[in-house]
């Protein structure tokens, strides 16, 4: 996309968020594992701007961290959205052109939109109908359908209540206009509050009217409270499950696939019905995820089989998953290196573990990483055969084609081509049932 060094963008995320009732910054709260800053500013950074100064609250350190490549301005009380336009124009880089002001609490606006927006002739904003138009700001119309004036809903008369085309919050206009306005709005309204929608009734004073542009319900209305999280939640769900749909993935029961926002399937994969992915995964083609399973943190290969009911987790170091590997049924993976074609069926827990090519990790096998103070790793070679219920204490290396008897606890390194059992030697007593069973009868 071009450069457009015209453009500064301002993004409105210093609201406390009180509806969520969290202690969460509202711009914070992830959507398919993204916080819904992050979504906005994958948006405005793709139209290259001058600069997009995001205006936080005093204490966000969060939301200061995922915005630490752009400008950060500080709204110190939160009175209204005309206040933290307020509090960004001192930052602005730019003496002209135009200025995009978006809400940090509506994720999923277009960039076309943003586009027709910002290329229109004369102020913009941008609107959507709703079926339940209450909370949001009504827009009233002149005769050429510009926009005579916005009326919050708390501010609005019986009849003004019943228009349905509301306010998406985002406008687009000249920075000198911006200037000359934003000094005119005051706080006598419902809420005691600066509004920024207060705008187009100062601009019609100047005989300047904002082009209504509308979009879909689902790409202008914000998330005030949980239920609206929710839904905007399903809504990005079905689009990555479209994306995948149309990416050659063959989902099952779609509706119960859940995908992150970085989520990568590769061609051919099946994916069977309740499965999570967290961030952080990569599925090869081919591979098959079967029912239950929840994922993040893993690059998986080619032809894998993993599931049903596997665990893969952390995502802050992926699991790095070969080719024809299987991870069958109760087998939680984290933190660890399967090489091509290795097999853990059932039952196993694999954590900080480097498995070589092709073996095999039987039925109740564990690495024992954790002493209760520092996380250690286990080195397994390639062909070994690791038997049911053998715990392995790590550090601990074992070497190519190693069999570990089943049942055995192993703390000391193993050789190549080694046997290592560790078993107490079983006792047999003939008979010894029938006696006891006759032992107590006479009781
Ligand atoms: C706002 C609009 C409303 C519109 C709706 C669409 C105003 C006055 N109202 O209402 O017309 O229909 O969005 O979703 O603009 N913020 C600050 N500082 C503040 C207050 C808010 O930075 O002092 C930020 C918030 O973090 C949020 C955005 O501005 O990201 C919008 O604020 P919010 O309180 O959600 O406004 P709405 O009530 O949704
Ligand atoms: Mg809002």
Not at 44 to 53: D, T, W, Y
Not at 231 to 247: D, I, M, S, T
Not at 376 to 390: A, D, L, Q
Request: hydrophobic share 40%; proline share 5%; charged share 20%.
């Amino acid at each position: 996309m071009e450069n457009m060094i015209d453009l500064s963008i301002i993004i409105l995320a210093a609201g406390k968020g009180s509806r969520m009732k969290s202690v969460l910054p509202k711009v914070m709260h992830p959507l398919a594992g993204r916080p819904m800053i992050g979504w906005l500013l994958e948006c405005a950074e793709a139209l290259e701007p001058a600069q997009i100064i995001v205006v936080a609250g005093p204490d966000m350190k969060e939301l200061e961290e995922v915005c630490v490549s752009h400008t950060v301005a500080i709204q110190q009380q939160q009175n209204g959205t005309a206040d933290a336009v307020k509090a960004a124009l001192p930052l602005l880089k730019n003496e002209t052109g135009n200025v995009l002001i978006l809400l940090g609490d509506e994720p999923f606006v277009s960039i076309e939109t943003l586009l027709g927006m910002i290329n229109a002739p004369v102020p913009t904003i941008m609107a959507f109908r709703a079926e339940d138009p209450s909370g949001f700001g009504r827009l009233i119309q002149r005769a050429d359908h510009t926009l005579q004036e916005i009326v919050e809903d708390k501010d609005a008369n019986e009849q003004q209540r019943l228009i349905t085309l509301c306010n998406a919050g985002n406008f687009c206009l000249p920075l000198k206009r911006l200037q000359d306005w934003l000094p005119k709005i005051t706080n006598e309204n419902a809420q005691g509050e600066y509004y920024l929608t207060d705008l187009p009734k100062i601009a019609a004073q100047d005989h300047v009217f904002f082009e209504i542009v509308e979009v879909e319900a689902d790409h202008g209305w914000g998330i005030n409270d949980r239920m609206q999280l929710a839904a905007h939640e399903a809504f990005v769900q079905n689009a990555l499950r479209g994306a995948a749909l149309e990416a050659g993935v063959t989902l099952i029961d779609p509706y119960t696939t859940y995908f992150s926002w970085d989520t990568e399937i590769g061609r051919d994969v099946t994916i069977e019905p309740n499965v999570f992915f967290g961030p952080g995964v990569k599925v090869g083609d081919g591979t098959t995820i079967k029912m239950s399973t929840r994922i993040e943190g893993a690059h998986i290969g080619k032809n894998c089989e993993i599931g049903p009911f596997a665990h893969i987790n952390y995502p802050k170091k992926p699991s790095i998953i070969g080719d024809d590997v299987v991870i069958g049924n109760f087998v939680e993976v984290k933190r660890s290196v399967l090489k091509d074609g290795v097999k853990a069926k059932h039952h196993a827990y694999i954590a900080d573990a480097e498995i070589g090519k092709k073996s095999n990790i039987a039925c109740g096998a564990i690495t024992v990483n954790y002493d209760g103070y520092q996380k250690h790793k286990t080195i397994i070679g390639e062909n070994v055969m690791v038997g049911s219920n053998v715990s392995l204490i790590a550090p601990i290396t074992v070497g190519d084609g190693a069999f570990i008897a089943a049942g055995s606890t192993i703390s000391d390194n193993i050789p190549d081509n080694a046997l290592a059992i560790e078993r107490t030697k079983p006792e047999l007593r003939e008979g010894w049932a029938s006696a006891y069973r006759n032992r107590k009868k006479k009781v």
